[in-house]
């Protein structure tokens, strides 16, 4: 047993943390493994205790005002080899080469996936990534549940339902771009004899003249007609909402004549054209009425025939044989209906509506229906109105499942016949009486035109095309035309048509739409289409069209055009070029851009970092761009500008910058950013533009060229002044290039050494300028860091005064982040020599004043105590003959104060009132009844006098400690996970308990023999000045001698203390 307590008590000799203490609170479990012995005294007064070793009583006053008085005597602090404590403390390794390691495969697999999943996409986004941002990017996870043969089955050729379909999709998407653009702030009016609920029914009754019959019923509704004047344009879609509805109900009660009169009289109201910018939204409110109409009319005559629609349409094996008699006769009386209807507007629009019903009736020539009506909208005077007409009538040829689509044809040459009425006499009064512009009243037929020749791009062939692209140039003003076939025909056909087309707008004056519209319109279709732009012989399209845009005065339209064709000319031009047509740009917008010049300048812009071709070198070291972004109106629009050059610019180009005149040319784009910041920019704003400046001065690098990168962080730092994480970036990368010089140079000499001196002034001038004081804090203790690691002793000897000073500015609620940070400070402290012109330790003297302020202010003692206890083993390692590490080149305390008894004295009289300060802690604890705060701080001085203390040279400490241990287990309020953490042994009672009791046991066993005896036990209670009776030592020894030999082990010791 005694052997095996030596061998414990060897391997343990080291250790840094020991609890030196013998005592313990009652309730300690007896040697017999009998319920515990409660020796503690009944009715203990305030502020005393027993101890279950002594059998007396203390006082915590006395204690501690005892123990206060001994501080004095701190003394000297133990000597300490580093060396052998690390070797001693250093865990054992054994080394597997032959081994790999588990992970190994797993983060190879993983790396590689993640390198073949890596696809470069080229896009304008910010140079960080917001992770939100990526949220909202790639395919949509629903997409996931996609079956796989619907992905990956083979195409299947649409049949005549998907056309269908895909026509109703395309309408949709029609309509609403219509709804969305031609609008109107004019009253407006209605007229119906259905919105206030409609008259009576005309009484069924037998009359043999059925002609007259069905007349005299729709007839009966005229009389009743009401007009609703005063309409805005919101009160007119309801009305036209409430004669949706009112048809919907006279259909569910079998009213049918009624809900033809309700369509008819709606497709009267498209004879109404005025207001005109109003027209195409009226069409298709009205349309939506119509083949609502035609629908139930279908549905109706396919339930009398028994016939079983598949979505909503006829079978694929439907023949009109199959349809009953009774189901034929009610579609034809439909039909005689919808023929007895006197106006021929509403006639053309009924019966188109109803068009689909054709079906069920035999011998039906789908194709001469269309045609006839074609032939019949002929008759319709008003241009406007007719081109609309022939439009729904494509509409629904497009939808019927007809192989002949000749009627396509036939209604676009009809639509040609007509066409000049557009430029009439009477069409030009009308817009006088109406104020109307004619380029305002020609751009109401866009949609009727785009669809109408989207229609024919879809069925027509290609000689077919070419002829109606033929017939065009015979119009008198074709421009109009021009405008659909360029935006509907498909683009292989387009590109080969547009170098004629662009010979004959630039030669041929025009009264109708504007030449520059149309020029917009081919410079978007050949800038949408780059891949195959060269079948537009671009070499001698440049030569057309540049000329014409560069005659130009109006900015308007010129950036309107310069808009539209700058995708393609930088494509086709040489970079030469493109200075060329920037400076053009330049010139025709001088001074200044207005503010509706913005979005065809941005457009510009994207287009110019987009290309493929582009050169950022030539881009950005010529005074073109810049006299582009100078043009921009003042305000975002112009940092909007710059944001998207710098952005694409950060992710196109990976390479480092060492262009001066590059590099500079972007400080200047990024100080725009900067400049548009003011009192009311919000955070993220800040973000953004702080990342890209970041972004930005990280990719700069001039080599070992170190002069020109301190004089560009320079010009970085004057460029943003307002925004703290670029200027804290430029003190970490100030920090990284003297660190590289030194890495580079080895040892400095005069002419690196005035480098770096410069580099930590930059630094200790620019932290300042940050607000938050952490921050600042942290910036200037790692300059102060950088600076010694440079042999700058005057420059981190200031950086350390601007930490220290900064400790009053703390946030109270960051307290950890504060104990942390000092910590760091304080173990910098500790190579930092002192300065000749100052006190000896003048920092840490300065640092513990400001922390005293601080946490009195703040009510944050606790924070007081941690940073003493720190200090007190910085005072401990100041001590040492050889500190535990050094700054190279760099002649800390330790050399500056070889063989100075003085400073050695001094630092073991500052241990002393730090001592003396905390023991006071101590006691104020024990008045306010913070038993648990007391016990902490306790177990912390215990460790710091193991730590740090000579305990041997100094019985007065070893009695302090004993001392300490014995009040931190009062009250039970001492953290047992603490005293693991900080002293977990190596023995089995130790892991246990998690206590550390070697010291303990050692102030006890006074020979070292592994063994207390009684008269060890009796000079151990005198020597911490507490005596034990006879009586008292003789129980003592007989609760712990477990095996009866009249001595105490330390297994016994443990067991007794825990």
Same mark, same amino acid.
């Given at each position: 047993?005694?052997?095996?307590?030596?061998?414990?008590?060897?391997?343990?000799?080291?250790?840094?943390?020991?609890?030196?203490?013998?005592?313990?609170?009652?309730?300690?479990?007896?040697?017999?493994?009998?319920?515990?012995?409660?020796?503690?005294?009944?009715?203990?007064?305030?502020?005393?205790?027993?101890?279950?070793?002594?059998?007396?009583?203390?006082?915590?006053?006395?204690?501690?005002?005892?123990?206060?008085?001994?501080?004095?005597?701190?003394?000297?602090?133990?000597?300490?080899?580093?060396?052998?404590?690390?070797?001693?403390?250093?865990?054992?390794?054994?080394?597997?080469?032959?081994?790999?390691?588990?992970?190994?495969?797993?983060?190879?697999?993983?790396?590689?996936?993640?390198?073949?999943?890596?696809?470069?996409?080229?896009?304008?986004?910010?140079?960080?990534?917001?992770?939100?941002?990526?949220?909202?990017?790639?395919?949509?996870?629903?997409?996931?549940?996609?079956?796989?043969?619907?992905?990956?089955?083979?195409?299947?050729?649409?049949?005549?339902?998907?056309?269908?379909?895909?026509?109703?999709?395309?309408?949709?998407?029609?309509?609403?771009?219509?709804?969305?653009?031609?609008?109107?702030?004019?009253?407006?009016?209605?007229?119906?004899?259905?919105?206030?609920?409609?008259?009576?029914?005309?009484?069924?009754?037998?009359?043999?003249?059925?002609?007259?019959?069905?007349?005299?019923?729709?007839?009966?509704?005229?009389?009743?007609?009401?007009?609703?004047?005063?309409?805005?344009?919101?009160?007119?879609?309801?009305?036209?909402?409430?004669?949706?509805?009112?048809?919907?109900?006279?259909?569910?009660?079998?009213?049918?004549?009624?809900?033809?009169?309700?369509?008819?009289?709606?497709?009267?109201?498209?004879?109404?054209?005025?207001?005109?910018?109003?027209?195409?939204?009226?069409?298709?409110?009205?349309?939506?009425?119509?083949?609502?109409?035609?629908?139930?009319?279908?549905?109706?005559?396919?339930?009398?025939?028994?016939?079983?629609?598949?979505?909503?349409?006829?079978?694929?094996?439907?023949?009109?044989?199959?349809?009953?008699?009774?189901?034929?006769?009610?579609?034809?009386?439909?039909?005689?209906?919808?023929?007895?209807?006197?106006?021929?507007?509403?006639?053309?629009?009924?019966?188109?509506?109803?068009?689909?019903?054709?079906?069920?009736?035999?011998?039906?020539?789908?194709?001469?229906?269309?045609?006839?009506?074609?032939?019949?909208?002929?008759?319709?005077?008003?241009?406007?109105?007719?081109?609309?007409?022939?439009?729904?009538?494509?509409?629904?040829?497009?939808?019927?499942?007809?192989?002949?689509?000749?009627?396509?044809?036939?209604?676009?040459?009809?639509?040609?016949?007509?066409?000049?009425?557009?430029?009439?006499?009477?069409?030009?009064?009308?817009?006088?009486?109406?104020?109307?512009?004619?380029?305002?009243?020609?751009?109401?037929?866009?949609?009727?035109?785009?669809?109408?020749?989207?229609?024919?791009?879809?069925?027509?062939?290609?000689?077919?095309?070419?002829?109606?692209?033929?017939?065009?140039?015979?119009?008198?003003?074709?421009?109009?035309?021009?405008?659909?076939?360029?935006?509907?025909?498909?683009?292989?056909?387009?590109?080969?048509?547009?170098?004629?087309?662009?010979?004959?707008?630039?030669?041929?004056?025009?009264?109708?739409?504007?030449?520059?519209?149309?020029?917009?319109?081919?410079?978007?279709?050949?800038?949408?289409?780059?891949?195959?732009?060269?079948?537009?012989?671009?070499?001698?399209?440049?030569?057309?069209?540049?000329?014409?845009?560069?005659?130009?005065?109006?900015?308007?339209?010129?950036?309107?055009?310069?808009?539209?064709?700058?995708?393609?000319?930088?494509?086709?031009?040489?970079?030469?070029?493109?200075?060329?047509?920037?400076?053009?740009?330049?010139?025709?917008?001088?001074?200044?851009?207005?503010?509706?010049?913005?979005?065809?300048?941005?457009?510009?812009?994207?287009?110019?970092?987009?290309?493929?071709?582009?050169?950022?070198?030539?881009?950005?070291?010529?005074?073109?761009?810049?006299?582009?972004?100078?043009?921009?109106?003042?305000?975002?629009?112009?940092?909007?500008?710059?944001?998207?050059?710098?952005?694409?610019?950060?992710?196109?180009?990976?390479?480092?910058?060492?262009?001066?005149?590059?590099? !500079?040319?972007?400080?200047?784009?990024?100080?725009?950013?900067?400049?548009?910041?003011?009192?009311?920019?919000?955070?993220?704003?800040?973000?953004?533009?702080?990342?890209?400046?970041?972004?930005?001065?990280?990719?700069?690098?001039?080599?070992?060229?170190?002069?020109?990168?301190?004089?560009?962080?320079?010009?970085?730092?004057?460029?943003?002044?307002?925004?703290?994480?670029?200027?804290?970036?430029?003190?970490?990368?100030?920090?990284?290039?003297?660190?590289?010089?030194?890495?580079?140079?080895?040892?400095?000499?005069?002419?690196?050494?005035?480098?770096?001196?410069?580099?930590?002034?930059?630094?200790?001038?620019?932290?300042?300028?940050?607000?938050?004081?952490?921050?600042?804090?942290?910036?200037?203790?790692?300059?102060?860091?950088?600076?010694?690691?440079?042999?700058?002793?005057?420059?981190?000897?200031?950086?350390?005064?601007?930490?220290?000073?900064?400790?009053?500015?703390?946030?109270?609620?960051?307290?950890?982040?504060?104990?942390?940070?000092?910590?760091?400070?304080?173990?910098?402290?500790?190579?930092?020599?002192?300065?000749?012109?100052?006190?000896?330790?003048?920092?840490?003297?300065?640092?513990?004043?400001?922390?005293?302020?601080?946490?009195?202010?703040?009510?944050?003692?606790?924070?007081?105590?941690?940073?003493?206890?720190?200090?007190?083993?910085?005072?401990?390692?100041?001590?040492?003959?050889?500190?535990?590490?050094?700054?190279?080149?760099?002649?800390?305390?330790?050399?500056?104060?070889?063989?100075?008894?003085?400073?050695?004295?001094?630092?073991?009289?500052?241990?002393?009132?730090?001592?003396?300060?905390?023991?006071?802690?101590?006691?104020?604890?024990?008045?306010?009844?913070?038993?648990?705060?007391?016990?902490?701080?306790?177990?912390?001085?215990?460790?710091?006098?193991?730590?740090?203390?000579?305990?041997?040279?100094?019985?007065?400490?070893?009695?302090?400690?004993?001392?300490?241990?014995?009040?931190?287990?009062?009250?039970?309020?001492?953290?047992?996970?603490?005293?693991?953490?900080?002293?977990?042994?190596?023995?089995?009672?130790?892991?246990?308990?998690?206590? !550390?009791?070697?010291?303990?046991?050692?102030?006890? !066993?006074?020979?070292?023999?592994?063994?207390?005896?009684?008269?060890?036990?009796?000079?151990?209670?005198?020597?911490?000045?507490?005596?034990?009776?006879?009586?008292?030592?003789?129980?003592?020894?007989?609760?712990?001698?477990?095996?009866?030999?009249?001595?105490?082990?330390?297994?016994?010791?443990?067991?007794?203390?825990?």
């Amino acid at each position: 047993m005694e052997e095996t307590c030596l061998a414990e008590e060897d391997n343990r000799r080291q250790r840094e943390a020991l609890v030196a203490n013998g005592c313990a609170p009652s309730s300690a479990p007896d040697v017999d493994g009998r319920e515990p012995v409660d020796v503690r005294r009944e009715h203990e007064p305030d502020g005393q205790f027993t101890c279950v070793v002594c059998q007396s009583v203390f006082s915590t006053h006395r204690l501690l005002q005892r123990h206060r008085e001994r501080a004095n005597h701190f003394g000297i602090a133990k000597r300490r080899n580093y060396r052998e404590e690390e070797v001693a403390y250093r865990s054992l390794r054994t080394p597997n080469d032959n081994l790999s390691h588990p992970l190994q495969n797993v983060i190879s697999r993983e790396t590689n996936a993640k390198v073949k999943s890596i696809v470069p996409r080229k896009k304008i986004s910010s140079a960080y990534s917001d992770p939100l941002s990526q949220a909202l990017e790639g395919s949509d996870p629903l997409n996931q549940f996609v079956s796989k043969d619907e992905i990956e089955g083979p195409d299947i050729p649409a049949t005549n339902v998907n056309q269908k379909s895909a026509a109703a999709q395309e309408w949709l998407n029609h309509r609403t771009t219509i709804l969305s653009k031609f609008t109107t702030s004019e009253k407006l009016s209605i007229k119906s004899s259905f919105l206030q609920g409609g008259e009576k029914l005309v009484v069924k009754q037998e009359i043999n003249n059925k002609i007259k019959h069905r007349l005299q019923q729709l007839d009966e509704f005229e009389e009743h007609v009401s007009e609703h004047r005063g309409l805005s344009r919101d009160d007119y879609v309801s009305r036209i909402t409430q004669i949706s509805q009112e048809l919907h109900q006279a259909w569910a009660l079998d009213q049918r004549v009624k809900a033809l009169k309700i369509v008819i009289q709606c497709s009267k109201l498209l004879l109404e054209t005025h207001p005109f910018a109003f027209y195409p939204s009226k069409f298709a409110l009205i349309t939506d009425i119509l083949d609502k109409f035609g629908r139930m009319v279908f549905e109706r005559i396919a339930e009398k025939g028994e016939i079983r629609l598949v979505d909503h349409q006829l079978p694929k094996y439907f023949k009109p044989e199959h349809v009953s008699e009774s189901a034929r006769e009610t579609c034809r009386n439909w039909m005689y209906k919808i023929a007895s209807v006197r106006e021929l507007l509403p006639r053309i629009y009924v019966e188109m509506a109803v068009l689909e019903s054709y079906s069920f009736l035999e011998n039906t020539d789908f194709s001469a229906t269309l045609i006839r009506l074609s032939r019949a909208i002929r008759g319709v005077g008003n241009p406007l109105v007719a081109a609309y007409a022939r439009a729904y009538l494509m509409r629904v040829g497009r939808e019927i499942r007809l192989q002949d689509r000749s009627f396509v044809v036939e209604n676009v040459r009809d639509l040609y016949l007509s066409y000049n009425q557009l430029y009439s006499n009477s069409v030009r009064s009308e817009l006088t009486i109406f104020r109307t512009d004619l380029a305002d009243y020609l751009s109401l037929f866009s949609p009727a035109y785009d669809w109408i020749f989207q229609t024919l791009a879809h069925t027509g062939q290609y000689d077919e095309l070419d002829s109606i692209w033929r017939q065009s140039f015979n119009q008198a003003e074709p421009g109009l035309l021009w405008l659909s076939l360029l935006s509907q025909f498909p683009s292989d056909f387009v590109l080969s048509k547009c170098l004629e087309l662009a010979l004959h707008i630039t030669t041929t004056p025009s009264t109708g739409v504007p030449s520059q519209q149309l020029m917009v319109l081919m410079g978007q279709v050949l800038s949408r289409n780059l891949a195959s732009s060269c079948d537009s012989n671009p070499g001698k399209m440049l030569n057309v069209v540049w000329p014409y845009f560069s005659r130009k005065e109006d900015a308007d339209s010129y950036l309107q055009c310069m808009d539209a064709w700058m995708p393609y000319l930088l494509r086709h031009w040489r970079v030469k070029e493109m200075h060329r047509i920037i400076n053009d740009i330049v010139q025709h917008c001088r001074p200044k851009a207005q503010a509706h010049h913005v979005t065809n300048l941005t457009s510009i812009i994207h287009a110019l970092v987009r290309t493929e071709q582009v050169d950022y070198q030539s881009l950005f070291t010529t005074d073109s761009l810049m006299g582009l972004l100078d043009i921009y109106p003042e305000g975002h629009s112009r940092a909007e500008a710059a944001k998207i050059l710098l952005q694409q610019f950060l992710i196109d180009h990976d390479r480092a910058l060492n262009h001066p005149l590059m590099v !500079d040319h972007l400080l200047s784009i990024a100080r725009i950013l900067h400049d548009t910041l003011n009192a009311t920019s919000v955070e993220d704003e800040k973000r953004q533009i702080s990342e890209i400046a970041v972004a930005l001065i990280d990719r700069v690098d001039f080599g070992r060229d170190f002069q020109q990168m301190l004089s560009f962080y320079a010009d970085a730092r004057a460029a943003f002044t307002n925004l703290d994480p670029v200027l804290a970036h430029l003190v970490q990368a100030i920090n990284r290039l003297s660190s590289r010089t030194r890495q580079l140079i080895q040892e400095h000499n005069e002419r690196t050494g005035h480098f770096v001196r410069a580099c930590g002034a930059f630094a200790y001038i620019t932290i300042p300028a940050i607000t938050c004081p952490m921050v600042r804090f942290r910036l200037y203790l790692l300059s102060s860091q950088v600076a010694l690691a440079n042999e700058c002793l005057g420059q981190a000897d200031a950086c350390l005064e601007g930490a220290i000073s900064l400790v009053t500015e703390f946030s109270p609620a960051e307290e950890q982040w504060i104990g942390s940070n000092l910590s760091n400070l304080l173990s910098t402290l500790l190579v930092q020599p002192d300065t000749p012109d100052q006190n000896r330790l003048h920092h840490l003297r300065r640092l513990l004043r400001n922390v005293r302020t601080f946490s009195i202010n703040h009510a944050l003692h606790r924070l007081r105590s941690t940073i003493y206890v720190q200090a007190i083993r910085l005072l401990s390692a100041y001590t040492q003959p050889d500190y535990i590490y050094h700054v190279p080149d760099v002649e800390s305390n330790d050399r500056l104060y070889l063989g100075d008894e003085d400073f050695r004295l001094e630092a073991a009289d500052y241990c002393s009132q730090l001592l003396t300060e905390l023991l006071n802690d101590l006691n104020q604890l024990g008045n306010e009844n913070q038993y648990g705060k007391q016990a902490s701080l306790c177990l912390d001085l215990f460790s710091l006098l193991i730590e740090a203390a000579d305990l041997k040279g100094e019985p007065s400490l070893r009695q302090l400690a004993a001392k300490l241990f014995l009040l931190a287990r009062k009250h039970n309020q001492w953290d047992a996970d603490y005293a693991s953490d900080d002293n977990a042994g190596g023995s089995n009672a130790d892991e246990e308990a998690g206590l !550390d009791l070697v010291a303990a046991f050692r102030v006890f !066993d006074r020979d070292k023999n592994g063994f207390i005896t009684k008269d060890e036990l009796r000079l151990a209670m005198e020597l911490i000045d507490e005596s034990m009776t006879e009586e008292g030592l003789n129980e003592l020894i007989k609760m712990a001698d477990v095996d009866k030999d009249g001595r105490i082990n330390y297994e016994e010791f443990a067991k007794m203390l825990l």
